[in-house]
């Protein structure tokens, strides 16, 4: 096969001159998804496309854990504001003039600058989700997708977000897309009823499907829930049946002692998300090190690219890494190969697929960071992927063992950036006229 017939062919490839843990090795990917064997010389095999890796780091791809994909269609409309404010006069606004092609091309656009920056899977909440799983199919990534319920307290309006969040997740089921599964995600304590959050739980459970929301962002949200209920959100929360190994809890800003035992017991993913906390001025980061010593699953996300203001996962490891360090006051907290751990093996865990892992047996998601300066010199290629490269090092992205990128090239880019630039144009002209 030629460069540029591989592109959307699920055949055996052998990738080889890559370093992994340290070592120059050979990856076989056997032709149904799946890795089928790591060493250092594979000599037997039936690769119908070699990629010579040259020296290049392999690393499995990254898992975005908390997202909302169509809102690259506003990045760079607003920043730099309070959060409310932004909220209420910017983004809501935006949103309603949202058609169901803007989300397609904003969700066609995240998925490019994903493929781009090495992210093979994402956990998106947001409307429309049918439009996005059309541009994750087409994309060839991995998504798991949630309607967000948001009832504001109207029993009215709970009723038609039932129906929206049953069909959404019907549909997506009916896809019998492998790499495409249903969530179910109640937006947060402060946008979502009691009735609500329960019939979110129950519909999850009985759907044995992801329950995603977003949990203790602010202080605000914190003192609301404490005056509105008399408890702190992970307890509401639990009281609505929200909480259990299903559950993946973006931001976990605002965490006690006891919330902190709360998620260990009932097994939920927390999603660290710190270059959207740090932008909105949350004034207090997730307490990975209290997390992790209680044995939380932490994983990691960009969320929305309006708030961060882009999708890169390499950006968001060295940022959480930094912010971690920092806000604690110690440089030993989230080490490299940490930062690595949350961007991709756990997110794995939480989605319930066999990823994030380099080795026979494994889902075939994974990205190569080729030659380029910011990877030299190679004593620590965990260090030099978290401290120095950036997502637009990835080279080559490969997800469900389909060649994605290769060499930078990804087919239909340019198309891709001129349609969402051109759609998003025109929804904030709509979103602002007069
Ligand atoms: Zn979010």
């Excluded at 404010?85 to 066609?108: M, N, Q, V």
Aim: glycine share 8%; proline share 4%.
């Amino acid at each position: 096969m030629t460069d540029t017939d591989i592109f959307g062919q699920q055949v055996p490839v052998l990738i080889r001159n890559v370093r992994l843990n340290g070592k120059t090795q050979e990856i076989y990917l056997d032709g149904t998804g799946k890795i089928g064997a790591v060493s250092e010389k594979i000599t037997e095999h039936d690769a119908e496309f070699i990629i010579d890796g040259d020296g290049a780091t392999v690393l499995p791809g990254m898992i975005n854990m908390h997202t909302h994909s169509p809102m690259g269609l506003m990045r760079g409309y607003s920043d730099d504001m309070q959060l409310f404010e932004w909220l209420s006069t910017k983004i809501w606004p935006t949103e309603a003039h949202l058609t169901e092609d803007d989300i397609y091309w904003g969700a066609k656009l995240a998925c490019l600058e994903m493929i781009r920056t090495g992210t093979t899977a994402f956990n998106d909440m947001y409307f429309k989700m049918e439009q996005v799983a059309n541009a994750v199919d087409e994309a060839g990534i991995r998504a798991c997708l949630s309607y967000c319920m948001i009832d504001g307290g109207n029993h009215d309006k709970f009723e038609s977000e039932v129906n929206v969040m049953e069909s959404t997740v019907k549909n997506i089921k009916n896809r019998y897309n492998s790499r495409i599964t249903a969530g179910v995600s109640p937006h947060a304590v402060y946008t979502v009823s009691e009735e609500g959050l329960t019939w979110c739980a129950e519909y999850a459970r009985e759907e044995n499907i992801p329950i995603h929301v977003h949990l203790s962002e602010t202080e605000q949200e914190v003192k609301d829930c404490v005056a509105a209920h008399g408890m702190r959100p992970p307890a509401w929360l639990d009281k609505c049946g929200v909480l259990s190994e299903h559950c993946i809890a973006a931001h976990c800003c605002w965490l006690d002692a006891d919330d902190i035992t709360l998620l260990a017991k009932r097994g939920v993913t927390a999603v660290h998300n710190p270059i959207s906390n740090m932008k909105l001025a949350g004034n207090r980061a997730l307490p990975y090190p209290e997390l992790k010593k209680a044995g939380v699953n932490v994983a990691l996300g960009t969320d929305g690219a309006s708030s961060n203001n882009d999708l890169d996962m390499f950006g968001e490891m060295k940022t959480a890494a930094l912010l971690q360090k920092f806000f604690w006051n110690d440089p030993t907290v989230m080490p490299a190969g940490e930062a690595l751990q949350i961007a991709s093996p756990n997110g794995a865990k939480a989605l319930g697929i066999k990823a994030g892992v380099i080795a026979p047996g494994y889902l075939a998601d994974l990205i190569l960071i080729g030659r380029n300066p910011l990877n030299v010199p190679a004593f620590n290629t965990d260090s030099n992927a978290v401290y120095a490269t950036g997502g637009l090092a990835v080279t080559t992205t490969i997800c469900n063992g389909v060649i994605l990128m290769n060499d930078g090239i990804i087919p239909g880019a340019e198309e891709i950036m001129q349609k969402a630039g051109s759609v998003a144009e025109n929804l904030v002209r709509r979103a602002t006229a007069q």
